[in-house]
């Protein structure tokens, strides 16, 4: 393997002073080492970003199976040897993507649903479906679009049945699924957890719909309607979600209420 001297600091760590010459100019060798090492750590971080921006890319726009790790390195502008010494295989580069992505959207959504909760015992089904989708919505909605490919990773991700999928799904996304569940079910009374399950599928399917900007509302409705308006999305979609919500209270399985039903002929003497 290529060592990390060889990959990144090999020409900075042969320009750093020597700390050896005596004590007069011990302490100022000292502090452009500190400097050096600082600025060595900043240019790592960049290099660091960019790998997993360009791995963004590349995996919304060809899948994981088509993704390669030489192209990635190219858009990157480093070294392919330099991808694999930081994430050893592909596999390993899609979970920091992700990684990367669900910390940030995750954390606001910890935050402001910790707030609410601080706030009021039991806040609206309203304000916690905004925490929900809100942070997701608006990262995809950046003015620099630097994170529309997540969303096409994040709904492939959702929607699939293999084993890192599933992985990734299950470590990044599962607990904070779990807060939201269990805050529908707080604020909204006769809720069972069955149905905030199905509650929390449902309103999250269409956070991740409309996370990218494609443009396809403006088509549909000849100009009427603009994805790129977040609050404009976000006026209807909570409504839509929150009456969805409340709509499925009592529903049950069609096959227990059936079966109920048949126990209640069979136990009354009528014929089903």
């Given at each position: 393997?290529?060592?990390q001297e060889?990959?990144?600091?090999?020409?900075?760590?042969?320009?750093?002073?020597n700390?050896n010459?005596?004590?007069a100019?011990?302490?100022?060798?000292?502090?452009?080492?500190?400097k050096?090492?600082?600025?060595?750590s900043?240019?790592?971080?960049?290099?660091f970003?960019?790998?997993?921006?360009?791995a963004e890319?590349?995996?919304a726009?060809?899948?994981?199976?088509?993704?390669?790790?030489?192209?990635?390195?190219?858009i990157a502008?480093v070294?392919q040897?330099?991808?694999?010494?930081h994430?050893?295989?592909k596999e390993r580069?899609?979970?920091e993507?992700?990684?990367?992505?669900?910390?940030e959207?995750?954390?606001l959504?910890?935050?402001?649903?910790a707030a609410?909760?601080k706030a009021?015992?039991i806040p609206?089904l309203e304000?916690?479906?905004d925490?929900?989708?809100r942070p997701?919505?608006e990262?995809g909605?950046?003015?620099?679009?630097s994170?529309?490919g997540?969303?096409?990773i994040?709904?492939?991700?959702?929607?699939?049945?293999?084993e890192?999928?599933?992985?990734?799904a299950g470590?990044?996304y599962?607990?904070i699924?779990?807060?939201?569940?269990?805050?529908f079910?707080k604020?909204?009374p006769?809720?069972?957890?069955?149905n905030?399950?199905?509650?929390y599928?449902?309103?999250?399917g269409v956070?991740?719909?409309?996370m990218a900007?494609?443009g396809?509302?403006?088509?549909?409705s000849?100009g009427?309607c603009?994805?790129?308006?977040?609050?404009?999305?976000?006026?209807?979609?909570?409504?839509?979600?929150?009456?969805?919500i409340r709509?499925?209270?009592?529903?049950?399985?069609?096959?227990s209420?059936?079966?109920?039903m048949?126990?209640?002929?069979t136990?009354?003497?009528?014929?089903?």
């Amino acid at each position: 393997m290529i060592s990390q001297e060889n990959l990144e600091q090999n020409s900075t760590e042969h320009s750093l002073p020597n700390t050896n010459t005596g004590n007069a100019n011990s302490s100022s060798d000292k502090t452009v080492s500190l400097k050096t090492k600082a600025n060595i750590s900043k240019n790592k971080g960049k290099r660091f970003n960019s790998i997993l921006d360009a791995a963004e890319t590349v995996f919304a726009t060809s899948g994981f199976g088509g993704a390669s790790m030489r192209e990635i390195a190219e858009i990157a502008g480093v070294a392919q040897a330099l991808i694999h010494y930081h994430f050893d295989t592909k596999e390993r580069l899609l979970e920091e993507v992700v990684a990367r992505r669900s910390g940030e959207i995750n954390q606001l959504r910890e935050q402001r649903l910790a707030a609410l909760f601080k706030a009021e015992p039991i806040p609206k089904l309203e304000d916690i479906t905004d925490v929900l989708l809100r942070p997701t919505i608006e990262i995809g909605h950046r003015e620099d679009h630097s994170s529309n490919g997540y969303a096409r990773i994040l709904v492939s991700t959702a929607n699939s049945a293999d084993e890192l999928s599933i992985k990734l799904a299950g470590r990044y996304y599962d607990p904070i699924a779990k807060q939201f569940i269990a805050a529908f079910e707080k604020a909204t009374p006769g809720l069972s957890h069955e149905n905030a399950v199905w509650a929390y599928m449902f309103a999250i399917g269409v956070g991740m719909t409309m996370m990218a900007q494609t443009g396809r509302p403006n088509r549909l409705s000849d100009g009427l309607c603009d994805d790129r308006d977040i609050e404009a999305m976000l006026a209807r979609i909570i409504p839509f979600i929150t009456a969805g919500i409340r709509a499925v209270i009592g529903v049950s399985n069609p096959q227990s209420t059936n079966k109920e039903m048949q126990n209640n002929n069979t136990s009354t003497g009528r014929k089903p």
